[in-house]
């Protein structure tokens, strides 16, 4: 039988997890999202075809899956709101919020439930994200493979069995986005300041980071292994490699994504102590 999932907060998270699902055939009929105006709602409901209403207990008296996908600055607030109707029927909780952690989450929700967390990234939004899922002990594995299912509809899903290495899940892949825009906005600027259009530039950056990525994927060669294939001996790319290893581009990864992973940490601790 398929297991109805409710989504608490209809954001850009949460429709591309929807979006996802139903282009990969999951039946709209099983899937209800809840917002907080209508437009929302009604937009929701002609464009996805979704079950919708604006209160949140109503929305999971059905609910196999909850996936809690509001900010986390009013997630507390909201399962608050939830605690009674989740205790009620103890499905399955999924949430995508950075930096709060599986226990604090169970406790606001009343304890003794099942509950996954999962770093998505803003890629799912086009089918090509990368989540890292961490599950607490209440967890089967039928409710691992179903959590699977739902995300692999939106990319590459990634289990991993310590908590804090959501940290790390963060830094990599949840930011990591970020990372290769700030990398495309220098090549483009480098890119015109030696003569191309931005046009020009722009669409040989992207087709060449997506060219790499696809490259990197398919082969069985590291990626210091196809570097090396494009350096020829003496040529343009050890040139300009050697000017980047220079300039401290591994050092600054190490130090931006230690700040990244430290800075999931300090939201934690913040808005597990908030009142
Ligand atoms: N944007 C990103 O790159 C990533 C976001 N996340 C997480 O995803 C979650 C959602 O983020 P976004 O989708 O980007 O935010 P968003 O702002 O697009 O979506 C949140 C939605 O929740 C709705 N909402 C607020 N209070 C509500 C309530 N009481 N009841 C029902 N709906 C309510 C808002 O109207 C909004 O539509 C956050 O917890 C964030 O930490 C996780 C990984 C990456
Ligand atoms: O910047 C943030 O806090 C969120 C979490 C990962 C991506 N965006």
């Known amino acids: 039988m398929t297991s109805h999932v409710t989504f608490i907060g209809a954001g850009n998270m949460a429709s591309a ?4 699902m139903i282009e990969s055939g999951y039946p709209r009929e099983a899937i209800t999202a809840t917002a907080r105006s ?7 409901e002609q464009q996805y075809g979704l079950n919708t209403t604006t209160d949140n207990q109503a929305a999971i008296a059905q609910a196999d899956v909850v996936l809690l996908a509001v900010k986390p ?8 709101e939830l605690r009674d109707a989740v205790q009620a029927r103890k499905p399955l909780i999924l949430s995508v919020a950075a930096g709060l952690d599986a226990a604090t989450l169970e406790d606001w929700l009343g304890g003794d439930l099942a509950l996954i967390r999962c770093m998505p990234n803003t890629p799912s939004l086009v089918g090509a ?3 890292g899922l961490f599950a607490n002990d209440r967890v ?12 692999e509809a939106v990319g590459l899903v990634e289990w991993v069995e310590d908590e804090a290495l959501l940290e790390a899940v963060t830094a990599i892949s949840g930011s990591g986005p970020a990372y290769f825009f700030l990398v495309f906005e220098a090549m483009i600027e480098a890119g015109q300041q030696l003569g191309l259009s931005e046009e020009s530039a722009r669409r040989l950056a992207l087709q060449t980071g997506y060219g790499a990525a696809c490259m990197a994927r398919k082969s069985d060669l590291t990626p210091a292994e196809l570097k090396r294939n494009v350096m020829s001996p003496g040529g343009t790319t050890e040139q300009a490699i050697e000017s980047l290893e220079q300039a401290g581009l591994r050092q600054a990864f190490s130090e931006a994504m230690t700040a990244c992973a430290r800075r999931a940490r ?6 597990s102590q908030k009142d």
């Open 17 to 20: 997890i929807f979006g996802g």
């Open 38 to 44: 209508g437009e929302r709602l009604e937009t929701l």
């Open 73 to 80: 600055q009013v997630m507390r607030e909201v399962c608050a």
């Open 129 to 131: 994200g990368a989540s």
């Open 140 to 151: 089967d594995e039928t409710q691992r493979e179903l959590a699977t299912r739902l995300l």
């Open 266 to 271: 300090e939201m934690a601790k913040e808005l």
